[in-house]
């Protein structure tokens, strides 16, 4: 069977992820969606409530299992057997930084492989963080998340989750 990580922030979900898992989901038997608990990063909605969105937002995908994890990837990973990350490339910047991380991971671990998928292009310039700035100033992000998550982020930004 294979299987496959697919770590993330995911601060909020956006349709670029789920397009991703989506796709990923056709290719591998099965995705372990899994949140990173990063204490040093400054995340609007704390890892149950990402958590809990994702799953969420993935429940009609039966072979997507959601979790969370701290510290090394590699030990994560090695906790389930899985020996393939899966990550999304938006650009050529996204590469580099995933590059990095892919090749550090199999230092540390050498039977831990790195698949990467390219994003859809209608995806390619969406971010979490680019989500929140546009919720923020009380843009429309209605095509840009599934509707649960637009709805949650706008309560959390004003306060009210």
């Known amino acids: 069977m294979m299987t496959v990580i697919y770590p993330g922030s995911f601060d909020p979900v956006t349709n670029g ?12 038997d099965k995705i372990i969606v899994t949140v990173l608990n990063n204490p040093s990063k400054n995340s609007l909605f704390n890892v149950e409530e990402r958590v809990e969105l994702l799953k969420n937002t993935t ?10 994890f701290a510290g090394l990837l590699i030990d994560y990973a090695k906790s389930k057997d899985v020996s393939i990350i899966l990550k999304g490339l ?5 590469f580099e930084y995933e590059f990095q991380m892919a090749l550090t991971n199999t230092m540390l671990d050498e039977e831990l492989e790195t698949f990467f998928l390219m994003t859809s292009s209608k995806y390619s310039f969406l971010s979490s963080s680019v989500v929140k700035e546009i919720a923020k100033f009380n843009g429309d992000i209605s095509k ?6 637009e709805y949650n982020l706008n309560k959390k930004l004003k306060g009210d989750i």
């Open 17 to 28: 992820h789920l397009d991703i898992i989506k796709r990923a989901s056709k290719k591998f």
């Open 59 to 68: 429940k009609d995908i039966e072979n997507v299992e959601i979790d969370s």
């Open 90 to 94: 938006r650009a050529l910047s996204d």
């Open 144 to 149: 840009l998340v599934p509707e649960i998550v």
